[in-house]
């Protein structure tokens, strides 16, 4: 019965979704209450934090559940046998989508998986030099800092406020490079603004320098309408259950083919796998479920089209900023520029804690958003998704505006 359900409801989805293609404008109302009907949510609550972790359309959620009931039955057979086959697959499509040998594609849990596996494998001696940001995700700069304790390398930071250029930013990069660098870790889109930043041409300077470029894609992969091979690092981690809407526990590693044989992985494997990417995924035994369904929400998200996606995630966050622009202590902290952000924005609401705002909204409006409280950005992360509708921003709006007239 479980497998029937399953089955029954991945049929219906994938039958009502194709309609999709034909609906091009990014306002029509009808297109996006079709996508919001996809999902299955609580809509006592407003979840603004899709920029964590997204909910899974009902077709993926069906899918994982078809996997897991299969595997089920007997894992020793069923899911080593019939179902982790299928990572094949999804790695196919996966580097069709952004772009690249599906043979540079490792399918990791999430983005610090990905990421730490470029930063740990890398050969680094005593003195080597890697150049960070002060808008990177803190994972990821404890981790250098591990490698700093640890081998003795040095992390060298940058910083440049969130207003900054492009060329501000290139030039920051620019500055610190010395004969000792090794490594430029790079953030494509930032966790604390939503800010994009010049992942490419920071990928050129590492390239032009003679260093490693490593670069965070988690807000970037199937957000930005950018692909993996347009921005062309060595190395590029994202998550996948952010923004494709994949399963909780995926993510997604590509690692520049003349880099792979060189390059240790994060547990150990086979030496006849050296220059194989899957020596990437040598993580023991897992279930095969998650990264199987990846393939369903990579279906509903070419079934949108990554361009339309993004002109509805960017045209959201407008809705909203719009809204609260003008109320009392308002400050807007994201760009309006859609080659410079997506469905991320941060407001600044006086000089209150981000925190005990971010608690007043979801005591007051059940609406739980991320509250930011960085040197560079202090407010409250708003990242709404496609299954948000123009009512549902409606409310978000009358919340910010009681936030802000306290």
């Given at each position: 019965?479980?497998?029937?359900?399953?089955?029954?409801?991945?049929?219906?989805?994938?039958?009502?979704?194709?309609?999709?293609?034909?609906?091009?404008?990014?306002?029509?109302?009808?297109?996006w209450r079709e996508v919001q009907d996809a999902f299955d949510l609580d809509r006592t609550i407003l979840n603004f934090n899709t920029g964590g972790c997204c909910p899974c359309p009902r077709s993926v959620m069906a899918a994982m559940?078809?996997?897991?009931?299969?595997?089920?039955?007997?894992?020793?057979?069923?899911?080593?046998?019939?179902?982790?086959?299928?990572?094949?697959?999804?790695?196919?499509?996966?580097?069709r989508e952004a772009g690249v040998d599906s043979e540079t594609v490792a399918i990791t849990r999430n983005a610090?998986?990905?990421?730490?596996?470029?930063?740990?494998?890398?050969?680094?001696?005593?003195?080597?030099?890697?150049?960070?940001?002060?808008?990177?995700y803190p994972r990821m700069r404890d981790t250098w800092d591990a490698r700093a304790r640890r081998d003795g390398i040095v992390v060298v930071e940058v910083g440049f406020p969130v207003e900054a250029d492009d060329d501000e930013i290139v030039e920051?990069?620019?500055?610190?490079?010395?004969?000792?660098?090794?490594?430029?870790?790079?953030?494509?889109?930032?966790?604390?603004?939503?800010?994009?930043?010049?992942?490419?041409?920071?990928?050129?300077?590492?390239?032009?320098?003679g260093a490693t470029s490593i670069?965070?894609?988690?807000?970037?992969?199937?957000?930005?309408?950018?692909?993996?091979?347009?921005?062309?690092a060595d190395f590029y981690g994202t998550s996948l259950h952010k923004w494709l809407l994949a399963p909780?526990?995926?993510?997604?590693?590509?690692?520049?083919?003349?880099?792979?044989?060189?390059?240790?992985?994060?547990?150990?494997?086979?030496r006849l796998l050296d220059a194989d990417i899957r020596k990437f995924e040598e993580i023991g035994t897992h279930p095969a479920a998650a990264h199987?369904?990846?393939?369903?929400?990579?279906?509903?998200?070419?079934?949108?089209?990554?361009?339309?996606?993004?002109?509805?995630?960017?045209?959201?966050?407008?809705?909203?900023?719009?809204?609260?622009?003008?109320?009392?202590?308002?400050r807007l902290l994201t760009e309006n520029d859609p080659k410079r952000s997506g469905g991320i924005g941060v407001v600044q609401i006086g000089d209150?804690?981000?925190?005990?705002?971010?608690?007043?909204?979801?005591?007051g409006w059940r609406i739980h958003i991320t509250p930011i409280a960085h040197p560079r950005v202090r407010g409250l992360r708003v990242t709404p998704n496609v299954y948000h509708s123009e009512g549902d921003v409606a409310v978000l709006v009358d919340a910010l505006r009681g936030l802000a007239a306290g």
């Open positions: 019965m479980i497998l029937r359900r399953a089955l029954l409801a991945g049929a219906a989805l994938s039958a009502a979704l194709p309609a999709f293609a034909a609906k091009a404008d990014t306002d029509d109302a009808a297109l559940a078809r996997y897991q009931a299969w595997s089920n039955l007997a894992p020793t057979r069923q899911m080593w046998l019939d179902v982790e086959p299928g990572i094949e697959a999804v790695r196919r499509e996966l580097g610090s998986e990905a990421l730490q596996i470029a930063q740990l494998g890398l050969e680094l001696k005593v003195g080597d030099e890697v150049i960070v940001c002060d808008h990177d920051a990069y620019r500055r610190a490079i010395t004969a000792k660098t090794k490594v430029l870790h790079i953030t494509q889109a930032t966790h604390l603004s939503g800010k994009v930043l010049p992942a490419a041409r920071l990928a050129a300077l590492a390239r032009e320098v670069v965070d894609g988690a807000h970037a992969f199937a957000h930005l309408p950018t692909t993996v091979a347009e921005v062309d909780v526990g995926t993510g997604l590693l590509v690692v520049r083919k003349e880099r792979i044989a060189g390059h240790w992985p994060l547990q150990p494997a086979s199987n369904a990846v393939a369903e929400a990579l279906a509903l998200h070419r079934r949108i089209g990554i361009e339309r996606k993004h002109a509805r995630l960017h045209a959201l966050r407008g809705m909203w900023q719009d809204g609260v622009k003008g109320a009392p202590g308002v209150g804690d981000p925190v005990a705002q971010a608690d007043a909204l979801w005591k």
